[in-house]
């Protein structure tokens, strides 16, 4: 997340997220999700999503060492369902070839990069990709167990890219329809839907303009154990004489409001910024 262009808040957002996890679980269980959006008529894999087809790599800071991490941009902190199948005979084994199933993609009420992993157990008759959304999946009468994993998988448009990396996007099922996702793996802890988070610290002047040329600050990078990449954003206010790139660390950031120099204010916003170095 780049300090540039704050983004909007997302409370309500985010309870609408839980309110329509609570319904599609018990769909899950009960027949289906009732409200869901219309689902979508038209052929072919899903595009047209308001989401860059290059996905930025912005540079930060991480105690006074330099750090790349991507920008998504703002994001839900609630999990949402994602169907991958395995062999109900042999349930740790995934059943080949098959296409993991969404049943949510940008734009829509609820989305989120953040998904819970449900497993779908299909007979040994099973052909792979012959299920190809939720609403049959739940229609086929087979098992579907909730798993506590949890994945970061933001879905992009066909073709995208990501800056400075040969990662491609992995393809998988919504109503239907192709869908695209990079696979960023489970990398961030939950309770329960909600995505734990770690702070990302931003730098604005008193006037809510962004500091030009600081980076953002984080305190914990991949293999820490408060690590995640998800982020809530810290409004670090600095005063008009602060120049950029002096506060490189969020310890010294925490010191200089404790001794009066920066005020830090705590946001509702959320980012997927997942660290790659």
Not at 33 to 51: E, F, K
Not at 84 to 100: L, R
Not at 140 to 150: A, F, H, M
């Amino acid at each position: 997340m780049e300090s540039s262009s704050p983004p909007p808040k997302g409370v309500s957002r985010a309870v609408f997220a839980i309110v329509a996890i609570v319904l599609l679980v018990a769909g899950l269980g009960a027949g289906y999700l009732l409200g869901r959006p219309a689902a979508t008529p038209a052929p072919g894999p899903v595009d047209g999503l308001s989401r860059a087809n290059t996905i930025p790599r912005v540079d930060g800071w991480y105690r006074n060492t330099s750090v790349s991490y991507l920008d998504y941009g703002p994001q839900s902190n609630v999990a949402v369902p994602i169907l991958a199948f395995f062999q109900a005979g042999s349930p740790a084994t995934p059943v080949a070839g098959q296409k993991n199933i969404i049943d949510t993609i940008p734009g829509q009420p609820g989305y989120s990069d953040f998904w819970r992993v449900f497993k779908v157990l299909a007979p040994s008759s099973y052909a792979a990709n012959s299920i190809r959304s939720l609403a049959e999946a739940v229609a086929s009468g087979y098992t579907i167990q909730e798993t506590s994993v949890l994945v970061n998988c933001p879905v992009v448009n066909p073709g995208a890219t990501i800056q400075g990396s040969t990662m491609t996007p992995t393809s998988g099922w919504y109503r239907n329809r192709e869908v695209f996702y990079f696979d960023h793996g489970a990398n961030s802890p939950a309770k329960g839907f909600v995505v734990q988070d770690a702070p990302i610290y931003a730098f604005f002047h008193s006037d809510g303009t962004p500091v030009a040329g600081q980076r953002n600050v984080i305190d914990v990078r991949p293999m820490d154990a408060e690590y995640s990449d998800l982020w809530r954003v810290n409004k670090v206010v600095v005063s008009g004489t602060y120049m950029a790139n002096t506060l490189k660390d969020a310890r010294s950031i925490l010191a200089a409001r404790d001794a009066g120099q920066v005020t830090v204010q705590l946001t509702d916003i959320y980012v997927n910024c997942p660290v790659v170095s």
